[in-house]
């Protein structure tokens, strides 16, 4: 049977690079984000190079309207959602918490925390209805160990590891695994939009290691998603071999 997959954030990185796995597997995608080109371009491209269908959705996961508006008028076909993936989000800004700005904070809280809060009470009716469903949340190595000038970062995704925890305690009777994947340092788009755009600064995060591709964050949400309906992976931390935690990566040079 035809299996879908829901990915919040896929114009870029993780989402992206899960959209592709998951397609070149058979799944059909519903795909989501801001960038409309960008997210057009990665449905036209999967569904060419994959013949699966599909379904790209324009919306702003801080927006309680736009997630109901976009998620509760999905079409009959696409409400059977298998595995949901929240993994839109960001930081920014690498500040002291004296000095970061009130509005980064908000953005971070109301995206990384709030957004996932929204789609998956948006989406969850669809699993609760078929009695059967996967939430994937991507949380971070942020989530475990709190760094400095990391303040409210670390708090959003420390806040995706309790809700986590939570939402696999209380969605047992409906049959849903709830897997949270906590990534250490991977080379996308993260660190040009935490540093507003700074070229320089991004590319100094990934230097002097080897860190996590997109595709290593991929094969893992694919791994998860795809065990026996018995088994769920609960909570997963995934670093490159340089990095042992969020507060420590061994840089040569
Ligand atoms: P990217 O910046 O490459 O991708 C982020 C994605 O999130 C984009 O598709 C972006 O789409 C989407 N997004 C951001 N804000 C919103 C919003 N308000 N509404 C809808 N979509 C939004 O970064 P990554 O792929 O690295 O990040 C993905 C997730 O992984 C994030 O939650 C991040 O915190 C987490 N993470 C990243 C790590 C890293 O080192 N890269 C490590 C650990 C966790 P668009 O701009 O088009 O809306
Ligand atoms: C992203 C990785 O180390 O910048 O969550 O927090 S880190």
């Not at 997630?67 to 008028?73: A, D, L, Q």
């Not at 939402?167 to 080379?187: C, E, F, N, S, Y």
């Not at 993260?190 to 996590?212: H, M, N």
Request: with cysteine; charged share 20%.
């Amino acid at each position: 049977m035809e299996k879908i997959i829901m990915i919040t954030g896929a114009t870029s990185g993780f989402g992206k690079a899960i959209a592709e796995k998951f397609a070149a597997n058979g799944w059909n995608c519903i795909i989501t984000g801001r960038r409309k080109e960008r997210l057009q371009e990665v449905a036209d491209t999967l569904s060419e190079q994959f013949n699966v269908s599909v379904l790209p959705l324009v919306f702003d996961v801080q927006s309680k309207e736009q997630v109901f508006k976009h998620i509760n008028n999905l079409h009959h076909g696409w409400q059977n959602i298998d595995v949901l993936v929240n993994n839109a989000g960001l930081a920014l800004g690498r500040d002291s918490f004296d000095t970061a700005s009130l509005e980064d904070w908000e953005t971070m809280i109301d995206t990384n925390v709030k957004g996932l809060l929204y789609v998956s009470k948006a989406v969850l009716p669809f699993m609760i209805a078929k009695h059967k469903g996967h939430i994937i949340n991507i949380g971070s190595t942020a989530a475990k160990e709190v760094y400095m000038n990391g303040n409210v970062y670390c708090a959003s995704k420390s806040a995706v590891d309790a809700i986590s925890k939570a939402q696999r305690m209380d969605l047992l009777p409906h049959k849903i695994k709830v897997t949270a994947v906590h990534p250490g340092a991977v080379d996308t788009e993260f660190s040009i939009v935490r540093f507003k755009g700074d070229d320089a600064k991004a590319k100094a995060v990934y230097a002097g290691y080897e860190p996590l591709h997109a595709t290593d964050i991929a094969d893992v949400c694919y791994y998860c998603a795809t065990l026996p309906e018995h088994v769920c992976i609960n909570d997963l931390v995934i670093t490159c071999t340089a990095q042992a935690n969020s507060l420590y990566t061994f840089k040569e040079g």
